[in-house]
């Protein structure tokens, strides 16, 4: 290839990852090379989503957030670890966890030793238990809208429910950390009996490096499923969750091994020096963790992006061919007696976009030509919401056209009053010859 060719090939590219991609059907595509077109969907749609959903703004706002409730949020933790008698497992624990974090780690833990000890009994006990309660519960809160938002959930937890999730979170953290404890010295024990073994010397080490990473992916897997107010499938989160430990593996590792730069953060901020590294620590873990969520949002719904350009720029004939086209599926569906369609039933099997899809069935739900009914997995279906044999044609298009708001202040009473008669007539008349046709029998 010579090198004036190079800028066009990556138009051919980007025409390619931006537009051509988006229109291949998956049912048209050999098994290779449609898993190869999803990876590759992923990705992009994880990128351009990190940018639409500005991320590098919510990662500051949840350092912000973090670096308030950091005291008050080991406090809990640690309180609950000490009811159990696991306070110095957690502790060691998270010292092992974020080892780039040893010397703020110490501090803080001295820090709730004292505040502790200082809420031990009184009224301030009361008073700063829910005022430390209300820190970290924001904190969590703030970290769970961040995740709505991702997966575009425009309603997030009930109050209880937070209570209740949020406590067992509490309750289920120090646990886990005691767990991923005790895994860790059962590994290092039995490949420390392997080590003997030169043969085997070199996958010992290997092991115990997988260790913390295989721990640090089941954190980010929980999160990603749990965290969000609706359903994450395990698949997606767990990829999503090797993403995220990885990355932050090797932040880590890069973050540890580059505070040989400390010294220069000490002749400028002396003392507080460790504020800083901290604040860009926290920064660049919640931007891994946040284009995880992404990931997993990506890998999940990169169905509903398929002929997405195209889809926003559908002509307005095609839309209500295929408005009418669904309706006439779930009407002769209802008519047979057979099981009603879901929303992704439809679409594989009329190969209608997943997203144009639900954009019409939620508008004839609006209009009240069809009901979501939710089945014992709160999966949706779809049927008819009125008796079939007056759903016409006519019927069904002047719904739409009436659909939306028409109180706007032009005269079309006296002054547009004939271009508003010729608006109404042209209507009527486009289905003059077929004003009783049932969809049902189209």
Not at 97 to 110: E, K, L, N, S, W
Not at 286 to 302: D, F, K, R, T
Not at 310 to 335: A, G, M, Q
Not at 381 to 387: I, R
């Amino acid at each position: 290839m010579k090198l004036k060719d190079i800028p066009e090939k990556i138009k051919e590219f980007l025409k390619f990852v931006t537009e051509d991609i988006w229109r291949a059907s998956p049912q048209d595509l050999s098994n290779k090379k449609r898993k190869g077109y999803t990876v590759l969907k992923v990705i992009v749609l994880a990128v351009r989503r990190y940018q639409e959903d500005n991320l590098q703004r919510s990662a500051s706002a949840l350092t912000y957030s973090t670096f308030l409730s950091v005291i008050p949020f080991l406090a809990v933790l640690l309180a609950v670890a000490k009811g159990f008698g696991f306070e110095n497992i957690v502790e060691s624990q998270l010292f092992e966890y974020f080892p780039g974090q040893r010397d703020i780690f110490a501090r803080v833990t001295d820090i709730v030793d004292s505040y502790m000890e200082h809420t031990k009994d009184g009224i301030f006990l009361g008073i700063g238990l829910v005022l430390l309660l209300y820190t970290v519960f924001n904190l969590i809160s703030t970290i769970e809208n961040t995740f709505n938002m991702i997966w575009q959930v425009p309603k997030g937890r009930s109050y209880l429910r937070r209570i209740t999730d949020y406590f067992s979170a509490f309750l289920l953290i120090p646990i886990f950390l005691v767990c991923s404890s005790g895994l860790s010295i059962f590994f290092a024990t039995t490949f420390d009996t392997l080590s003997h073994y030169n043969v085997l010397a070199p996958i010992y080490e290997v092991l115990i490096a997988i260790v913390p990473l295989l721990i640090t992916i089941i954190a980010f897997t929980v999160l990603y499923m749990f965290m969000p107010n609706t359903k994450v499938q395990f698949k997606h989160a767990l990829y999503a969750g090797i993403f995220a430990a990885i990355g932050f593996q090797v932040f880590q590792y890069l973050y540890i091994n580059g505070q040989i730069w400390v010294s220069k953060y000490n002749a400028i901020y002396g003392s507080l020096a460790l504020i800083p590294l901290l604040l860009l620590w926290m920064q660049l873990s919640w931007v891994i963790c946040l284009v995880g969520a992404e990931i997993a949002y990506a890998g999940q719904n990169v169905q509903n992006f398929e002929f997405e350009s195209d889809s926003k720029n559908i002509s307005r004939r095609y839309l209500d061919f295929l408005t009418l086209t669904i309706t006439s599926i779930i009407t002769k569906r209802f008519e047979k007696g057979d099981k009603a369609y879901a929303a992704i039933d439809i679409s594989n099997h009329y190969k209608i976009p997943i997203r144009l899809t639900n954009q019409i069935l939620y508008l004839l739900v609006d209009l009240g030509i069809i009901n979501e009914v939710k089945d014992e997995d709160n999966s949706s279906y779809y049927q008819p919401a009125m008796d079939i044999n007056h759903i016409t044609v006519a019927y069904l298009f002047d719904k739409i056209d009436r659909y939306g708001s028409e109180n706007f202040k032009v005269d079309n009473k006296h002054q547009f009053l004939q271009e508003w008669e010729t608006t109404l007539d042209s209507r009527i008349n486009m289905f003059k010859d077929n004003r009783d046709l049932l969809v049902k029998d189209l």
